[in-house]
């Protein structure tokens, strides 16, 4: 391709008008917040809420194989459904474990392992959209503005994903700070409870608005079919 490539000002300019990539960047940006938090604080559960930091570790092994163990699953689901089909299902998966801390809160070490299993289960989703989804919305800021700036979108999401994981552990220590947490302590009952509202309802905040920006998300995969059968036929939304 000799094209010349966008410059700066034009590939911002693509971006703000490519709303499929923004819906997709603020899905991942929140997305990536929850399950940071829900990573960040698996020992914490172990070590205050069941007095077990060894059963912990073995969590954080689970969580981390089975996360990648499910990656043939989610992505025999997309080729049969969608994307955007499968961020919501991986995201009411992973909802659906939070919120059984508070219904159930499983004493029982092998119980919350598995509970975070099942998170993991879901999060494993976002493994397969997450990147899935990009190249989705460059072709479509191709088709809309007549410039792709592939580099520039992958760029972008690569460095809001670091942002996004270095600010989650910033209000982490914020929050765990206002709830009175002292590190190596046995900590008071309201500090316990702020800390199950933290492992529970930040992360699950995080993920229920990342899917109200994902419904909104509008490339089936006939719309981007589509779109990039126009483009190779040279027409153009612009």
Same mark, same amino acid.
């Given at each position: 391709?000799?094209? %010349?490539?966008?410059?700066?000002?034009?590939?911002?300019?693509?971006?703000?008008?490519? +709303?499929?990539?923004?819906?997709? #960047?603020?899905?991942? =940006?929140?997305? /990536?917040?929850?399950?940071?938090?829900?990573?960040?604080?698996? =020992?914490?559960?172990?070590?205050?809420?069941?007095?077990?930091?060894?059963?912990?570790?073995?969590?954080?092994? &689970?969580?981390?194989?089975?996360?990648?163990?499910?990656?043939?699953?989610?992505?025999?689901?997309?080729?049969?459904?969608?994307?955007?089909?499968?961020?919501?299902?991986?995201? &009411?998966?992973?909802?659906?474990?939070?919120?059984?801390? =508070?219904?159930?809160?499983?004493?029982?070490?092998?119980?919350?392992?598995?509970?975070? +299993?099942?998170?993991?289960?879901?999060?494993? &989703?976002?493994?397969?959209?997450?990147?899935?989804?990009?190249?989705?919305?460059?072709?479509?800021?191709?088709?809309?503005?007549?410039?792709?700036? %592939?580099?520039?979108?992958?760029?972008?999401?690569?460095?809001?994903?670091?942002?996004?994981?270095?600010?989650?552990? /910033?209000?982490?220590?914020?929050? #765990?700070?206002?709830?009175?947490?002292?590190?190596?302590?046995?900590?008071?009952?309201?500090?316990?409870?702020?800390?199950? =509202?933290?492992?529970?309802?930040?992360?699950?905040?995080?993920? /229920?608005?990342?899917?109200?920006? +994902?419904?909104?998300?509008?490339?089936?995969?006939?719309?981007?079919?589509?779109?990039?059968?126009a483009l190779n036929s040279g027409k153009s939304a612009s």
């Open positions: 391709d000799d094209a %010349e490539a966008p410059s700066l000002k034009d590939s911002f300019a693509s971006m703000r008008a490519n +709303m499929p990539f923004l819906i997709v #960047l603020a899905s991942i =940006l929140l997305m /990536v917040c929850g399950t940071t938090i829900i990573g960040k604080t698996i =020992l914490y559960f172990f070590e205050y809420k069941i007095g077990d930091r060894n059963a912990g570790s073995q969590a954080l092994m &689970a969580f981390a194989a089975v996360g990648l163990v499910v990656i043939p699953f989610w992505t025999f689901v997309t080729l049969k459904t969608s994307k955007r089909f499968v961020w919501l299902a991986g995201s &009411a998966v992973t909802s659906i474990a939070l919120l059984t801390f =508070l219904v159930n809160p499983a004493s029982s070490t092998d119980m919350v392992i598995a509970n975070y +299993m099942f998170i993991s289960f879901g999060a494993g &989703a976002f493994a397969v959209t997450f990147w899935g989804m990009l190249p989705d919305t460059v072709e479509y800021g191709e088709w809309k503005s007549g410039a792709r700036v %592939e580099a520039t979108i992958f760029g972008l999401v690569t460095f809001a994903q670091k942002a996004a994981v270095a600010l989650s552990a /910033v209000l982490l220590g914020i929050m #765990l700070d206002m709830i009175g947490y002292q590190a190596g302590e046995a900590q008071t009952p309201e500090t316990l409870s702020g800390l199950m =509202l933290i492992i529970v309802f930040v992360p699950l905040t995080g993920i /229920v608005a990342s899917v109200a920006f +994902m419904l909104f998300y509008p490339l089936s995969p006939q719309r981007h079919a589509e779109i990039v059968a």
